[in-house]
């Protein structure tokens, strides 16, 4: 092991043949001598420490580095002489000074010395990687930066700001970790409190949005222009509007000083279906009523109830009208019941931190959504607010959106908030919003298939990893009373307001309202957290009848096709299921296209007798409808007879779109 070295340190202009010669002597002569009268000895080792210099070149050691480049060479020389021969290029360790940045204790090198001797590599480079801390403080030497995740610094401090941005940096790094967001968030709070000449930072709420603490475009310019001064960094323009509290723009302040930005992109594993299912751990609904739990809704289908009532006196709309019998049957409904949700209009706006007026022009779907999602979430032992920033996906069916005539009809001066409260696509995004959540946000309009196309897309989120957590469900709320003088004039209502499906007396379809929501987890995920799990979604299939008998009339084959396509997904056999859930048409025509369906697929080859299957309990499957006069059936577990355990089986979903 040859460990010599003479430092004479200078620029090459200054070197002289004496300097020169006097580091070459230790290194190359003194290699080159134990090579020749070694070579004949068989060593099992030749080791030389050489130095990192020669390898990435080291300001005024030129003389040292041309040393240690000719022990490199002949390391390499000897192995192709069939020798042995290792160069060890070091970097700094703690007792000397070297241009790495990240000297290595003796253990470190000693553990260094030992890998590397056992490496089939002429030469290594036993260096230490830079830290987190050296990273942050710009020491990561320039040859090494594509080794590592560099600082963002470069592309984001403000001109004449480095010394700023390190010594801010410094200080956060002596802080414990815990604190560093803390005062963060107090410079943040203090400088806000300068833009909007408030006395004192305890004038601005660290969990409030800007927008509600009184920023506007200006002021928000004015906010980063004191932040990029006290801070160091180049920030953007947008910044309070991509970082809406001050304790997010905290959090991303110290991510930048830091460089603690996770990777953004996702690593994706697609999971086993039969490994790890997707199972539901929570749920929330609101059923007409009165119905405001599930254990409310199971104890009324246990009980062989429905909760059909009367229209409601409370909504505007003109019963005397509704019920009256023009000659043309114009805008006159042929029931007089329907399954409707009370106090539809009652909502804790403040509890979401939304101003009375901009909940007077949200769709009453939207705030119904807010306080299910809520509630499914605690009732799975999860905290809503502790779900921010969070990889949590929102999947939201829904079917009609009439709330739109009441808003534009209206004298309240809502305009400025419709186009958020009225708009499709913020049914779900509000919930994403309002809870911080980064998943997807997607609401589905597939007719009564909405809320089975919502729960398989979110299986398949959670299933590829890009959802974490997710929320599945659906709402309906009968704002205005077309779909009641609509479906009378097609002759497609019934007139006692109740849905005979499959049944001799089938006279048309009944209209209700409600909303509900499922918590869905990964079966791992769910163990790991220790949520109770209240059903498995094995599988699920989606399809569309394409061109088949009339735009709403139901097709056989292509309810066929998606049930098969479900249950091949789930790895079940139809004589495994034991009950499917279905809501037909409670049309003549309807009905029997999809009993029939029923029977070509479930009705064909049982067993007789209870089944004797190992496998979860049942799996349920259906075929939705399309707008217009042909519901289709969604999926779910049925109920149990009266005197049955009051609690639902799992199953899957195999929903349809259109």
């Given amino acids: 092991v040859h460990t010599a070295g ?11 043949p004496e300097r020169l010669s006097g580091v070459l002597r230790p290194k190359v002569d003194a290699a080159w001598h134990l090579h020749e009268l070694t070579r004949d000895m068989g060593l099992a080792g030749f080791v030389m420490f050489s130095s990192v210099s020669g390898v990435m070149g080291s300001a005024g050691q030129a003389n040292y580095a041309a040393a240690n480049v000719f022990m490199d060479a002949l390391a390499q020389y ?33 553990a260094l010395l030992d890998a590397a001797t056992g490496s089939d590599e002429p030469l290594v480079v036993p260096i230490g990687a830079p830290s987190g801390d050296q990273r942050v403080l710009g020491l990561v030497p320039p040859l090494l930066r594509n080794l590592v995740r560099g600082t963002r610094r470069s592309a984001a401090t403000a001109a004449g700001g480095a010394s700023t941005a390190a010594d801010l940096a410094r200080h956060l790094l002596a802080l414990p970790a815990e604190d560093r967001v803390r005062h963060a968030v107090e410079l943040v709070r203090t400088e806000a409190a300068a833009v909007l000449g408030h006395a004192s930072a305890r004038a601005v709420e660290p969990g409030r949005e800007f927008r509600e603490l009184g920023f506007d475009s200006l002021t928000a310019v004015e906010l980063r222009n004191r932040l990029t001064t006290v801070t160091g960094l180049r920030l953007t323009a947008t910044l309070v509007f991509d970082y809406p509290t001050p304790h997010g723009l905290a959090e991303h302040l110290v991510a930048e000083l830091l460089d603690e930005h996770g990777e953004t992109g996702t690593s994706v594993v697609a999971a086993d ?75 804790d706006a403040g509890f979401f931190g939304i101003s009375p007026r901009e909940a007077m022009a949200m769709d009453p779907q939207q705030r119904l959504l807010l306080e299910t999602s809520w509630e499914a979430l605690e009732r799975s032992g999860i905290d809503p607010t502790g779900l921010r920033s969070s990889a949590t996906g929102i999947f939201v069916g829904t079917t009609g959106q009439d709330y739109a005539n009441l808003v534009m009809t209206s004298r309240e001066d809502v305009e400025g908030h419709a ?93 209700s309202e409600g909303v509900g929501m499922l918590v869905l987890e990964r079966l791992s995920d769910a163990r790991r957290n220790g949520h109770d799990v209240l059903a498995v979604v094995r599988g699920s299939a989606i399809n569309q009848d394409g061109a088949s008998n009339g735009l709403t009339a139901p097709n056989g084959p292509s309810q066929q096709r998606v049930i098969r396509q479900a249950l091949a997904t789930a790895g079940l056999s139809a004589d495994e299921v034991d009950a499917v859930e279905a809501h037909g048409t409670g049309t003549t025509l309807g009905d029997p296209i999809e009993a029939q369906a029923l029977l070509a697929t479930y009705g064909q080859d049982r067993r007789r007798g209870p089944s004797t299957s190992t496998s979860p309990p049942p799996t349920s499957t259906g075929r939705p409808g399309r707008s217009g006069s042909s519901p289709r059936r969604p999926a779910g577990p049925r109920p149990a007879a009266p005197g049955a355990p009051e609690s639902p089986p799992s199953g899957s979903a195999a929903p349809t779109p259109t």
């Fill in 6 to 16: 003479v430092l004479d340190d200078g620029v090459v202009t200054g070197l002289s």
């Fill in 273 to 347: 279906v039969a490994d790890d299912p997707v199972v539901i751990v929570g749920m929330a609904c609101r059923m007409p009523g009165g119905i405001e739990t599930p254990d409310d809704l199971w104890r009324m289908l246990a009980d062989g109830e429905d909760r059909i009532t009367g229209f409601p006196t409370d909504r505007g709309w003109d019963l005397d009208a509704l019920f009256g019998g023009g000659g043309d049957n114009r805008g006159v409904s042929a029931t007089r019941r329907g399954g409707f949700l009370h106090d539809v209009g009652g909502f």
């Fill in 78 to 110: 000897r192995r192709a002489e069939g020798l042995a021969g290792l160069s060890l290029a070091w970097g700094a360790w703690e007792q000397t000074s070297g241009m790495t940045g990240a000297p290595l204790t003796v253990e470190q090198g000693l």
């Fill in 419 to 511: 186009s958020t409260g009225l708009a499709t696509s913020v049914i779900s995004g509000r919930v994403s919003y309002a809870l911080g959540l980064e998943g997807p946000a997607l609401t589905v309009d597939t007719a009564c298939s909405s809320s089975l196309v919502a729960l398989h897309l979110a299986a398949q989120s959670l299933r590829s990893g890009e959802s974490s957590l997710a929320l599945a469900g659906g709402v309906t709320v009968l704002s205005t009373p077309m779909n009641f003088f609509g479906f009378t004039r097609q002759g497609g209502l019934a007139g006692d307001g109740l849905c005979k499906a499959f049944a001799d007396a089938a006279d048309g379809t009944g209209w």
